[in-house]
């Protein structure tokens, strides 16, 4: 499956604060905030959405397409994610602005306070998805959190070539309003969400659970700690849960290491419950660790924790497809 990820493509910086950020907050007083953390450290790592899977998929074997726009301070992350599979050939470099920024302090909780430059991720409406899947024979389209208008011109241009596409808001859903959301969700193969973005999408469509999976395919919805449910019109809903032995060290890009692993199994034939194994394993290595493309997936170590959480059968499954 030739699989092109959109979405932004960034560099994060990433703080963490040794406290609960609740306990800075005041009941009553929350229309006038003017917060201060000290922080114990700083790492600085590659991200962004559409960064993030595009090097999951890689790291996978499936050899993405990476669609977007960045800054001429993009070499050094551009070679990166080529020596670990990705297809940078329809990523642009604009001319006057430098690779979106995400600055992020994440509490001893899992709570997380972040702010995001766009720079040259504003430029993305530029690129025509019809042009490149006529030269790259797309399968599906991730259409990820970036550009509004970027990502409301990728799902028309998708829907109107028939190619499938994949709704991924997550950070974007606090900004897209009910009509936009209904645009980029109508006709969707998969839609990604966790629990939180799930309310929201509803509450600003108007429209219920069942009115949503009459538009889309697949529903995917991530549930931290609970693991993943994916519901389709007419199915019983698939849940899975996490990976039991957890380590939590930092949550960045644990949403978008899961959609690695979910469609990648998907790409491979495996069924949906495989699918969202895989997927909650991928995370698993992201939260294990500071930034969202610091992991490795081994195949022996991998192998041993999907039998351990999953059974043997889920990590022969796995293993056959793996890479190396």
């Not at 001429?72 to 990166?80: K, S, T």
Request: proline fraction near 4%; hydrophobic fraction near 45%.
């Amino acid at each position: 499956m030739r699989i092109a990820v959109t979405g932004s493509i960034a560099t994060d910086h990433l703080m963490m604060f040794s406290g609960k950020f609740t306990d800075t907050l005041i009941a009553g007083k929350l229309d006038k905030v003017s917060l201060s953390f000290l922080v114990g450290d700083l790492e600085i790592r590659r991200g962004g959405v559409a960064g993030n899977i595009a090097f999951g998929l890689g790291c996978l074997g499936l050899k993405p397409l990476l669609v977007g726009s960045v800054g001429q301070d993009f070499a050094e992350y551009r070679a990166w994610l080529e020596r670990h599979g990705v297809d940078t050939s329809c990523v642009r470099t604009s001319a006057t602005k430098h690779t979106a920024r995400f600055v992020a302090t994440n509490d001893t909780e899992g709570n997380q306070i972040a702010s995001f430059y766009p720079g040259a991720m504003s430029e993305d409406a530029g690129i025509d998805i019809t042009d490149v899947a006529a030269r790259e024979s797309l399968d599906l389209v991730l259409v990820g959190a970036g550009d509004p208008g970027a990502m409301q011109r990728y799902t028309a241009d998708c829907r109107a070539a028939g190619i499938p596409f994949a709704a991924d808001f997550s950070q974007q859903v606090a900004f897209l309003d009910g009509g936009s959301m209904r645009t980029l969700i109508e006709d969707a193969s998969y839609l990604f969400c966790n629990e939180y973005e799930e309310a929201v999408i509803e509450q600003k469509t108007g429209w219920t659970n069942a009115d949503i999976l009459h538009r889309v395919r697949t529903r995917i919805i991530t549930l931290g700690s609970a693991g993943a449910r994916v519901e389709q019109a007419g199915a019983e809903p698939v849940v899975v849960g996490s990976v039991p032995d957890a380590k939590f060290v930092e949550p960045t890009g644990a949403g978008d290491a899961f959609r690695c692993g979910f469609l990648a199994a998907t790409a491979w034939g495996l069924p949906t419950e495989r699918a969202i194994q895989l997927g909650n394993l991928v995370a698993v290595h992201v939260l294990e660790t500071v930034g969202p493309q610091e992991y490795e997936l081994k195949p022996g170590p991998l192998a041993d924790r999907a039998a351990a959480a999953y059974g043997d059968e889920a990590a022969k499954e796995f293993v056959a497809h793996l890479p190396g």
